[in-house]
């Protein structure tokens, strides 16, 4: 009698944690959405990765919105590879991404491994360049001498007067006045007609 009670509550036991597993849907569903900066091409991406889906309830749902507009709405089974949605770097994004999983698409359940809506933003997403330290540039002024544009002087020969003749120089200044030659030259005058005089004197005597 105790054998089969317990069989029974063992029967019973089991098609409880059967029910249970029937009616608990699995937490497999794995949704991984980011959004990067890619510096390089001067865009911001939003990327999505879908995993570990099921379609027993029908397809699931992926819907895609960029600063407040629908670009995409996509029907998927058991996963979705990542999918990339770029925009321009140099402006402030939004970006909203709903995913429904057949098994839960009004999105009543609160696991975030079901169905999901991803709010996310991004600055604009755009590379500063580093400051660069200016070095003051250290000016040498340089003096060159410019070269002379005066001839060197010459001595011109002097013109030869009319006639062929060239004119003798000026005689050299030799400091004597003029009074003396004229004294010297009366001296030796007189002198000579003194003795002129004697001479005669002398024969006539």
């Known amino acids: 009698m105790a054998s089969r009670v317990l069989g029974a509550f063992v029967v019973a036991g089991t098609a409880v944690l059967t029910s249970l597993a029937l009616a608990t849907p699995a937490f497999a569903h794995t949704p991984t959405v980011n959004v990067d900066c890619d510096e390089a091409a001067k865009q911001s991406v939003l990327s999505v990765e879908l995993r570990d889906y099921n379609t027993r309830k029908g397809q699931n749902t992926l819907t895609v919105e960029i600063d407040g507009k629908q670009v995409e709405q996509i029907k998927f089974d058991n996963g979705l590879p990542t999918k990339k949605w770029p925009t321009t770097s140099t402006e402030d994004h939004t970006y909203k991404v709903t995913v429904r999983a057949s098994d839960d698409p009004d999105i009543e359940n609160q696991n975030p491994y079901w169905s999901r809506v991803f709010t996310l933003d991004n600055k604009k997403c755009v590379k500063t360049p580093p400051a660069t330290t200016t070095k003051p540039v ?53 002198a000579g007609a003194g003795t002129l005089l004697f001479l005669r004197r002398r024969r006539s005597a």
Do not use: H
Not at 147 to 167: D, E, K, V, Y
Not at 171 to 180: D, E, H, I, K, R
């Open 138 to 190: 250290k000016q040498v002024t340089t003096t060159t001498e410019a070269p002379s544009t005066s001839a060197p002087s010459s001595t011109t020969p002097t013109a030869p007067a009319p006639g062929g003749s060239t004119p003798e120089p000026p005689l050299a200044a030799t400091g004597a006045s003029p009074m003396w030659l004229l004294l010297s030259g009366l001296g030796l005058v007189g």
